[in-house]
């Protein structure tokens, strides 16, 4: 594993606006991880994306990978208040288990 | 299924002293990480451990060890406690092959007074 760079480190925004945040990392992986952790349910797990997949959905959660670049972006549509946390990514690349390296994340801010 | 669970959730103890935390990871999940957070230097990964061999291993001392047992269960000790060992301290489970997902538990908070 390595470490992903967030950008920018702390974006504000209105509820419904929406919120875009960016990855960025130095080797080529097998697939990039996007977490969030908020102070009430801790540190979860929000979206995957393949090495070969260039775009995914989940639910108002999109998430871009560009491997030439070595960047991905994840947008969060229509943002809601509970949506403030910090979100981090984890690029992974197979080196034998597991040792994900956490960047210092983004804190959005969603303010209603 | 049952999520990943940490005990004790919150722990003070006095410098010098030691401490062991431990992780019950989601039934069938083989691979165990624990990862130390705080305010300063964010969150830090210790140690991975899967069919109860470390795997991987992060860049802190020898105070901090760990293990796994059979049952997957894990437990991370620290001893010689250093006031700047307060942190949160999380641990992670995933079923260990060809899933990459990490599902964390609600940490343990250990202040060392």
């Known amino acids: 594993s390595q470490q992903g760079e967030e950008d920018p480190q702390a974006l504000s925004i209105q509820e419904g606006e929406n919120a875009t945040m960016n990855c960025s990392y130095k080797t080529s992986i097998n697939n990039l991880q996007w977490y969030r952790q908020n102070s009430g349910r801790g540190l979860v797990h929000l979206i995957l994306i393949r090495s070969n997949e260039r775009e995914k959905h989940s639910g108002r959660l999109r998430v871009t990978l560009d491997t030439s670049k070595k960047s991905s972006s994840l947008l969060i549509t229509a943002s809601r208040a509970a949506d403030t946390a910090s979100y981090f990514c984890?690029?992974?690349?197979?080196?034998?288990?597991?040792?994900?390296?956490f960047g210092a994340g983004t804190r959005l801010f969603v303010k209603a | 299924k049952a999520g990943v669970t940490q005990t004790p959730r919150y722990l003070i103890k006095t410098r010098g002293q030691q401490v062991t935390l431990s992780c019950s990871p989601i039934?069938?999940?083989?691979?165990v990480s624990w990862y130390q957070q705080t305010p300063g230097q964010g969150l830090q990964f210790l140690f991975e451990?899967?069919?109860?061999?470390?795997?991987n291993k992060g860049n802190f001392p020898g105070r901090f060890s760990g293990r796994q047992f059979s049952n997957s269960r894990s437990e991370m000790n620290v001893s010689t406690l250093e006031l700047g060992d307060s942190a949160l301290y999380l641990c992670a489970s995933t079923p260990g092959t060809g899933a990459y997902e990490q599902y964390f538990g609600p940490g343990t908070r250990l202040t060392v007074t």
């Open positions: 984890a690029p992974w690349t197979n080196t034998g288990g597991f040792k994900t390296i």
């Open positions: 039934s069938g999940h083989r691979s």
């Open positions: 451990y899967f069919s109860e061999t470390q795997r």
